[in-house]
């Protein structure tokens, strides 16, 4: 069964540095999310992304944090400079459009 | 905005008995709802969801729930517990129209004891 794929599983950084976690979408789905878990809390929605740009982000997805599909495979989630508050489990998404999400097992990023 | 508000945060049920897990929603015009679990260090898992249709909305692992639309409710149920049901659960929602991010519910935490 196809399915998400995310790495790392979990990166540690320090403050002030810059962090790119990876996705591999399903194949043939058209619409990518990024969402954010903290310490098994609500699960909230960063950016959708679809045709090659961003359709829709939150508060949460400042100029800190971009995306890109770089090679028509992977979806990527880059913070700029990164404060303690980012620490948190990413996870990434894709659908191909209405109906359910299909979420891959996450990124866990922990900022020192 | 949609919104999702799961009552409880943490749901206790023996082994073998009827749970149920709350969900009420608010969304603009029709909603898609959504049930995901989540078990310790994974991701979120699909379990069932509400498009259109009949009302009572059957999905993985023999759980269930039903729409309601006058309450605006997406309870989740299952008739038998297991101790492997023990995770977390998220219901979620979004509009019918467009392709607006879905919104999840904070989580209810279910343990079941054997």
């Known amino acids: 069964e196809p399915e998400v794929t995310q790495t790392p599983s979990h990166q540690v950084t320090q403050m002030g540095q810059e962090v790119i976690l990876r996705c591999v979408p399903i194949?043939?789905?058209?619409?990518f999310y990024w969402y954010r878990q903290i310490l098994g809390q609500k699960v909230e929605f960063l950016v959708s992304?679809?045709?090659?740009?961003?359709?829709?982000k939150s508060e949460i997805f400042d100029d800190q944090f971009s995306v890109e599909r770089p090679d028509g495979s992977n979806f990527t989630l880059k913070i700029r400079s990164t404060k303690l508050e980012d620490s948190a489990m990413y996870f990434c998404?894709?659908?191909?459009?209405?109906?359910?999400?299909?979420f891959g097992e996450g990124s866990r990023l922990t900022v020192l | 905005a949609q919104s999702v508000a799961q009552p409880e945060d943490q749901v206790n049920v023996a082994e073998g008995n009827p749970l149920t897990v709350k969900c009420t929603y608010s969304?603009?015009?029709?909603?898609?709802l959504f049930w995901y679990v989540q078990y310790p260090n994974r991701g979120l898992q699909f379990l069932l969801k509400y498009i259109t249709g009949d009302n009572l909305v059957k999905g993985s692992y023999g759980f269930e729930a039903e729409f309601n639309k006058s309450q605006t409710s997406f309870h989740l149920k299952k008739p038998s517990a297991l101790v492997s049901d023990s995770a977390l659960y998220f219901c979620?929602?979004?509009?019918?129209?467009?392709?607006?991010?879905?919104?999840f519910g904070k989580g209810t935490r279910l343990s079941v004891i054997a």
């Open positions: 998404a894709s659908n191909q459009g209405a109906g359910e999400l299909f």
């Open positions: 194949s043939n789905h058209l619409y």
């Open positions: 979620a929602v979004r509009p019918n129209s467009g392709n607006t991010p879905l919104v």
């Open positions: 992304f679809y045709n090659n740009e961003i359709s829709e």
């Open positions: 969304v603009s015009g029709n909603p898609y």
